[in-house]
């Protein structure tokens, strides 16, 4: 009878579990999917900027905030949208960024004019903002042994990579077949389909109402942020001087008012004492390097085959292959790698291969042959595909286990944040494709430039991420 009654056990338990494991395939399934969307709006226009352009008008500095625009929403109220997830639950929080995300898509593909464009992009980063730490701290939540987890975050890492060189290939054939407005107009259903599978595969009451929001502390930190790209945009365009100083002591004035905010805070959003922490520190300041000199360098290039090169919007597209492929395999890779060593190997392989990248856009000149561009792409996607994964894992597992939705926010904004940046200031040093040999010179400088800053992040490596990670042994 015991070995009778026994049997129907094990099989109902094998069942259970092989239930259990398709549902969390299809929740990360899903939440991959929320992130892909969230990183590939950063990237998708920037082939569309031409079109754009002839139709709305708006100058270089106009078509840069149809990019920052929504870089800098999304990065001033991620770590908002990581606290309202920790209170409210993670799932009820990406299902409302979904909805807004799609009806700011909506708008951008109404858009009259580019002011109008501006302004629905910015909405639709708030509405990414609260989709994306909820994505990540989703995944954390479903896979919660660290191996496991760290592969589970090396495939979310490596579809949300996907994302980089995905936006100018997809963009171009959109823009090329459909229309600028197209872009926007194919996240609709796509995120109307993940909401309802949210609500149907994630479950609820992970909230904690007992924390509280710092709403001025919220506050600060996006007029901050906002105020410190300002500059960096302006600085390059036509904006005088003398604006451009007081908008930068301003924000100088808001973060340090932020800084003294979160000190005296009985809920502060960001507890300063995390950044005690030296592992936490270090990852997300080299994850902040990897976006400031991905993102921007991906603006770049675009610009110089568009309008340098004169190549259309999905050849340009299609040429961003060699950073695709390894992109989109090193991530899971990654995941594996970090299962097993920890973060740190593959993060310094990924910041060596940025350097090396990096430093052959001193090879290329105004008619270079695409053989010459290569070496750049190659090293940029393979870089950046074993870095992702490791460097949000890495700093996941310094974060405070209580509180993923903050781990998340504080790595998304430093990421996003740089990322922004990164496409002020790098397409500032390049100034207009249209003057040649000034936008030459000024690629030149980003190659350097962005080779300094991999190789600084390889140093603030070794100084601060653990040699082994004892869990994942």
């Keep these: 009878m015991k070995t009778t009654s026994s049997a129907p056990d094990q099989g109902h338990l094998s069942r259970s579990r092989a239930t259990e494991g398709v549902r969390r395939t299809m929740v990360l399934l899903v939440m991959c999917v929320g992130m892909f969307l969230v990183q590939l709006d950063v990237t998708v226009v920037n082939v569309a900027l031409p079109s754009i352009g002839h139709d709305l008008g708006g100058g270089l500095s106009g078509l840069q905030w149809v990019v920052d625009a929504y870089s800098v929403t999304l990065a001033a109220f991620l770590l908002a ?5 920790d209170r409210w639950g993670h799932r009820r929080v990406v299902v409302a960024g979904l909805g807004l995300f799609g009806l700011a898509s909506m708008l951008c593909a109404l858009s009259p004019a580019a002011g109008a464009l501006i302004g629905a992009r910015a909405l639709q980063g708030v509405g990414a903002a609260l989709l994306l730490p909820g994505t990540l701290a989703v995944v954390q939540r479903t896979f919660p042994e660290r191996a496991e987890q760290a592969r589970a975050l090396g495939i979310w890492a490596g579809v949300s990579a996907l994302a980089l060189p995905a936006g100018p290939l997809l963009g171009g054939f959109l823009v090329t077949a459909a229309g600028w407005r197209s872009v926007f107009w194919l996240n609709v259903p796509l995120v109307a389909v993940a909401a309802l599978v949210t609500l149907r595969l994630v479950p609820g009451g992970d909230g904690r109402p007992e924390h509280r929001m710092d709403l001025p502390g919220a506050a600060l930190a ?8 300002y500059c960096a945009v302006a600085a390059g365009g036509d904006v005088s001087t003398t604006a451009v100083v007081v908008a930068a002591t301003l924000s100088v004035a808001l973060l340090a008012g932020f800084v003294w905010r979160e000190r005296v805070a009985t809920a502060p959003m960001v507890p300063l004492e995390l950044f005690r922490r030296r592992a936490f520190s270090g990852a997300n300041a080299v994850a902040a390097a990897m976006n400031f000199t991905g993102i921007g360098t991906v603006f770049v290039v675009t610009l110089y085959l568009q309008g340098v090169q004169g190549h259309g919007a ?10 695709f492929v390894p992109l989109a395999a090193g991530a899971p890779l990654t995941g594996r790698l970090v299962a097993r060593f920890g973060p740190r190997p593959p993060m310094l392989a990924g910041l060596l291969l940025g350097v090396a990248g990096a430093l052959c856009l001193l090879a290329v000149s105004p008619d270079s042959g695409y053989l010459a561009l290569v070496p750049v792409l190659v090293g940029l996607g393979a870089g950046m595909g074993l870095l992702t994964a490791a460097v949000v894992a890495a700093a996941l597992r310094a974060g405070p286990d209580d509180r993923p939705g903050l781990s998340s926010g504080v790595n998304n904004t430093a990421r996003q944040a740089a990322g922004a940046l990164g496409i002020a200031v790098l397409g500032s040093l390049v100034g207009d494709p249209a003057a040649h040999g000034s936008f030459l010179t000024g690629l030149h400088r980003v190659g350097l430039l962005c080779a300094l800053l991999w190789a600084a992040a390889a140093l603030l ?7 082994q990670d004892a869990a994942a042994s």
């Design 222 to 229: 996006a007029a901050a942020l906002g105020g410190i790209v």
């Design 461 to 467: 490596t070794v100084l601060t991420v653990p040699r």
């Design 81 to 85: 949208g990581g606290a309202l997830g």
């Design 314 to 323: 999905f050849q340009a597209g299609l040429m961003m292959l060699p950073l």
